[in-house]
């Protein structure tokens, strides 16, 4: 993450990014939105099928990106304008002085909990049960001080123990299955596709959906920078708004989109948890993980991070 976040912010010192779209041939701008391949991503594709980003008079490209930080100097140069991305990732981008701005929910934990999308899962028959056997034990995640970190540490901390518990390696999701057969590490936390595969081929066992565990309706945003033109921030809202109330009463359309975006098989899906979406910025939430940060130490000024984000 620290590359990322060091990428984005020389970016928006030196005044990338920002200002308005180009408009194309049909009349439409064209507004290149970046997104992670999971499942929740298919509720953008389903706005686009609906016609609620062309009613606003834009012409919305996905672009698969990687989530978390990396996105972050793309959206700062303009490319992609809007993306989505976790509190984590946001906070502390803000708190170190990036200009980005929350402009939408993208979807969060449902509450009362449902399956969750993201997991840590032990070895098939090792006695790490639940996230209150991760004490002393080593978890592979994707990125240090991200969403995994940070959800695991404050659902051990929930259990009983201390963030500090636990030891943290640093893997990509699709060399983690070989890290857990090997015993090279006690868990992996992952999410869909990866978290049903382990726990269906006999290679892992759920020990707990550690985002629902730690801050109850976590959620991830859309967002971008701050110098972004507000005629364009306006008529994303006013679309986005429309999309979300529509995905959350129609998520087996979310479902069949996610296939395409993601390449995760439909029966995956509908197997796994679908996060809920609706235009709810879940500011007490949000609020809850910026001062959570602040005392490990992770940002300097949670209220202040979290009041920067907000519209």
């Not at 540490?153 to 999701?173: N, S």
């Not at 090279?184 to 707990?208: H, M, R």
């Amino acid at each position: 993450m620290a590359a990322a976040v060091a990428a984005a912010l020389a970016l928006g010192s030196a005044g990338c990014g920002g200002g308005g779209a180009a408009t194309g041939s049909n009349g439409l701008e064209k507004v290149v939105f970046g997104l992670a391949p999971v499942a929740p991503a298919g509720a953008f594709q389903v706005g686009i099928d609906q016609g609620f980003f062309k009613a606003e008079g834009i012409e919305l490209e996905l672009k698969v990106v990687q989530g978390g930080a990396a996105v972050l100097p793309g959206v700062m140069s303009g490319n992609p304008m809007f993306a989505t991305s976790n509190a984590i990732t946001l906070l502390t981008a803000r708190d170190q002085g990036i200009p980005v701005k929350i402009v939408s929910n993208a979807s969060a934990d449902r509450v009362p909990p449902a399956k969750g999308l993201y997991g840590v899962v032990a070895r098939q028959g090792s006695a790490i049960r639940t996230t209150a056997d991760l004490k002393g034990k080593t978890v592979a995640i994707n990125t240090l001080r991200g969403l995994g970190e940070f959800t695991v540490g404050e659902a051990v901390k929930k259990a009983g123990g201390a963030p500090g518990d636990v030891h943290y390696v640093e893997l990509p999701f699709p060399d983690m299955a070989a890290a857990l057969k090997k015993g090279n590490v006690d868990a992996v936390w992952v999410p869909e596709p990866f978290l049903t595969s382990l726990t269906t081929d006999g290679t892992g066992q759920l020990a707990g959906y550690t985002t629902q565990e730690s801050v109850p309706g976590l959620a991830s945003y859309v967002f971008t920078s701050e110098r972004t033109d507000a005629d364009v921030v306006a008529r994303m809202t006013r679309a986005l708004k429309k999309t979300l109330d529509y995905a959350e009463g129609h998520t087996d359309k979310v479902q069949a989109a996610a296939t395409v975006l993601s390449g995760i098989p439909l029966a995956t899906l509908q197997k796994s948890g679908m996060e809920s979406f609706g235009t709810d910025l879940h500011t007490d939430t949000l609020s809850a993980v910026g001062n959570l940060m602040q005392q490990r130490g992770w940002i300097k000024d949670g209220a202040g991070a979290v009041k920067g984000l907000l519209p």
